[in-house]
């Protein structure tokens, strides 16, 4: 097979860490007894709960009505019993609204859930609307609802739709297997998109260390004109929405722009796949896959499980602690989030529980800069991030302004490589609040 | 176990290379240099080196101590310095001259601008340069390598006395390239100076091109100057302090600009400044003052090649 790797300037080559879990097949796990499923797991308004304590639920069955149009509905992920509707600590390291339902262990679907028809006959309107309904967001990670995506408004010319199988996050498999597992099911579901969107163009970007997905996604789109596979060189943090477009389409996205504003929607392979399965199925969101690995549990796997299901259980189930965890993270380890604890709630976002020991989980100690300019080789956005985390440290926001601070896309990538070990990144975006909350407060006294 | 576990803003995961990795790979680096110097020079030279390196440690120790500061003589700059110093200066130095230049690199030209990092000349060059206008006789002293050292002029200072061709009373280039003439300490072994320099391009911490250019530039201006004289070109190439100069200090971090674009002004810069002290100006050497101007320069220079933001529309 001979490809041309693209892709995009700057970047890092963290150790990829892949290899406890690549070549597992996706396990299903054990039918949670209890679930807490929170109100809010995508990026816009919560959700309204629709149940009360008492209340019978089935699987499938809507239980937090979305809030506006940038909002996702929730669901039930099994049939029980709703035990409280109540605050919980979640991700966010706060606690949240959810509701929290005891399984009966019986799996009842609930009656609303039916195929949607096939695509050649849904009309774009339809399939945005079923995925709406069914709760649908950016499976990468980021949440973003899945059918305001889908809904670009009219005057922007779409023609390019990109599915991101890049999954550049060291430790995280799980697009991985997706690919390798269901790689009809991610091509029906970027097909519905396609129509929803009107566009004749799409990609599936992939990382070239992954060469056995390359295989079966060419294999997938053999009979489809449309659509195209692109092999990405591996480099962090190729996955970025601004990174992958540029690499897959040789188009910057303007600076403080959305994709949109070249034509592009970008989503992830996992999004695309439970598009298929809501279509065919009916089935919203209510399962998802995550890779939960890391030196400190015993038997690193992918997993899919009941949203809701809370993150001890799924650690219990890889045979739990190897050794005394030092630090839990959800999501990958170059831009997922550390836990206080382990007993959330694996929620729609989680693609991956990652647990490091105490010797990883050590806190560096910050040094002088040394100006190496190693951050400034390889900030993907091409800023200067030892001068916007100096000006942030010193209260300097116009400053951190003037070095365009706002066009951080929060990679991470300049403070893993500052050798003086900075506190780049967490200086950036401190700068990068508080320019957005003045610019809010100007438009708001204007 | 809950309230064991850290919670810090992402990333979690970090490079190997730290500080002081980078600074124990230049130290590595230089050592081919320094055992040819040793070899070369005998004791003496041992002797000044050591003094070099040991002053710049307790000196930035000491003043780190004074001011109040965490002490980080164990990131290995102090000693990459006090090398570096050791180096720059003549066989034939007294005791006492690498004690004071260490002191004023470190102390004067380090630590007073904050440490590691923000001092905007080379503390080693300045050092350097510092002996020189101070005690300027004793720092031109070159002597032959060797046991019975005689004093004896640089290539350059008898290239400087020709014009533009290759005298006579020069070593021989084979002589001058693997640093069997006089010069300083450790200016004189090209060949060592470069395959240290490898060193570093390989493990990541310095970029050729600094180096390349640098290098580049003094030979396409010699070329030009002399009428296409090869040789000559070669002789200024590897003599003189311009392979320490420009694979060593050029490439310091704290020195030079940050942009991609910047470091490679700065390199030419430095080039062609080298090349016209060494022709036109008082001195048969240009290198330090050169690399000294340019990183006095540096702020202005990065100022002017920010690079463009990705998708930044201009
Ligand atoms: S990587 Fe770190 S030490 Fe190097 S220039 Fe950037 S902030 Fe400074
Ligand atoms: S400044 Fe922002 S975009 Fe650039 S490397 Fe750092 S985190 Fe990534």
Redo the contacts with the bound molecule.
């Keep these: 097979m001979k490809m041309k790797f693209v892709t995009f300037r700057g970047g890092i080559h963290p150790p990829e860490a892949k290899e406890a879990t690549e070549h597992l097949k996706t396990e299903k796990a054990v039918e949670p007894t209890i679930v807490v499923i929170p109100m809010q797991q995508h990026i816009g308004a919560p959700c309204e709960p629709i149940v009360q304590a008492g209340e019978i639920v089935k699987v499938g069955q809507k239980i937090g009505e979305a809030q506006g149009f940038v909002s996702a509905p929730v669901h039930s992920s099994v049939s029980g019993i709703v035990k409280a509707v109540t605050d919980v600590p979640v991700a966010t390291g706060n606690e949240a609204l959810a509701v929290i339902i005891e399984s009966d262990g019986k799996n009842e679907i609930d009656p609303s859930i039916k195929p949607k028809g096939d695509i050649e006959k849904l009309q774009p309107k339809e399939i945005v609307d079923a995925i709406k309904e069914a709760g649908i967001v950016g499976m990468g990670g980021a949440t973003f609802p899945t059918h305001v995506k889908l809904s670009p408004p009219p005057e922007k010319n779409i023609d390019t739709i990109i599915l991101n199988g890049a999954e550049c996050e060291p430790y995280l498999t799980t697009d991985h297997r997706l690919m390798l597992e269901k790689p009809e099911e991610i091509v029906y579901g970027l097909k519905a998109m396609m129509k929803a969107v009107g566009v004749k163009k799409a990609y599936i970007g992939i990382e070239n260390n992954k060469p056995d997905a390359i295989e079966v996604m060419l294999k997938a789109i053999e009979k489809e004109d449309e659509i195209k596979v692109v092999a990405l060189q591996t480099k962090y943090p190729q996955g970025g929405e601004k990174q992958l477009i540029y690499a897959v389409t040789n188009k910057e996205v303007p600076s403080g722009g959305l994709p949109m504003e070249v034509g592009v929607i970008v989503s992830n392979v996992a999004t695309a796949a439970q598009i298929a399965l809501t279509i065919k199925t009916g089935m919203p969101l209510i399962e998802r896959v995550a890779t939960v690995t890391g030196k400190a549990i015993k038997n690193p796997k992918n997993i899919l499980f009941k949203i809701g299901t809370p993150v001890n259980k799924l650690i219990e189930e890889c045979g739990g602690y190897a050794t005394t965890p030092g630090k839990l993270i959800l999501g990958g380890p170059m831009m997922g989030n550390a836990q206080h604890t382990d007993e959330i709630p694996a929620v729609k976002g989680t693609s991956g529980i990652l647990v490091f020991d105490q010797e990883q989980a050590k806190q560096p100690n910050p040094r002088n800069?040394?100006?190496?300019?190693?951050?400034?080789e390889i900030c993907p956005a091409n800023l200067q991030?030892?001068y916007i985390?100096e000006n942030s440290l010193a209260n300097r926001m116009e400053q951190a302004e003037n070095y365009r601070a706002l066009d951080c896309i929060e990679c991470g990538s300049?403070s893993y490589?500052?050798?003086?070990r900075?506190p780049?990144l967490p200086s950036i975006r401190v700068a990068k609040n508080q320019i957005i909350a003045k610019k809010r407060e100007q438009k708001n006294n204007k | 176990m809950d309230d064991k576990l850290i919670v810090s803003s992402s990333p979690h995961i970090l490079d190997d290379d730290t500080?002081q990795r980078i600074m124990l790979d230049v130290a590595i680096a230089l050592l081919p240099a320094t055992i040819a110097a040793i070899f070369y020079f005998k004791g003496s030279a041992a002797t000044l080196i050591l003094l070099a390196v040991l002053t710049a440690v307790a000196t930035e120790a000491l003043v780190q101590k004074i001011m109040g500061r965490p002490v980080t003589i164990n990131d290995f700059s102090a000693v990459v310095t006090g090398l570096l110093l050791g180096l720059n200066i003549p066989g034939s130095a007294a005791w006492w001259m690498p004690v004071v230049g260490s002191f004023v690199a470190i102390a004067i030209v380090k630590q007073i601008f904050g440490g590691v990092?923000h001092n905007f000349m080379n503390p080693a060059l300045a050092g350097r340069i510092f002996l020189t206008l101070s005690w300027t006789d004793r720092m031109t002293a070159w002597i032959t390598p060797g046991v019975d050292a005689v004093s004896t002029a640089t290539p350059l200072a008898a290239l400087k006395e020709a014009g533009a061709s290759v005298p006579a009373n020069v070593p021989s280039l084979m002589d001058t390239i693997i640093g069997n003439t006089g010069g300083s300490l450790g200016e004189t072994s090209a060949i060592l100076l470069i395959l240290g320099g490898i060193y570093l391009v390989w493990r990541g911490v310095i970029s050729a091109k600094v180096p390349g250019i640098y290098i580049g530039t003094v030979a396409v201006l010699t070329l030009l100057y002399s009428g296409f004289d090869i040789q000559y070109m070669l002789y200024h190439v590897f003599s003189g302090g311009l392979m320490i100069g420009a694979i060593y200090m050029a490439t310091d971090?704290a020195s030079s600009p940050?942009t991609p674009k910047g470091r490679m002004y700065f390199a030419f810069g430095c080039g062609l400044l080298t090349t016209l002290i060494r022709l036109f100006g008082a001195y048969p050497e240009g290198v330090a003052f050169s690399i000294l101007l340019m990183n006095v320069a540096s702020p202005l220079i990065d100022r002017y090649t920010s690079p463009r933001v990705f998708g930044e529309v201009k």
Excluded: Q
């Design positions: 800069c040394i100006r190496c300019a190693r951050c400034v991030p030892l985390s300049c490589v500052c050798p003086a900075r780049l | 500080t990092g971090y940050v």
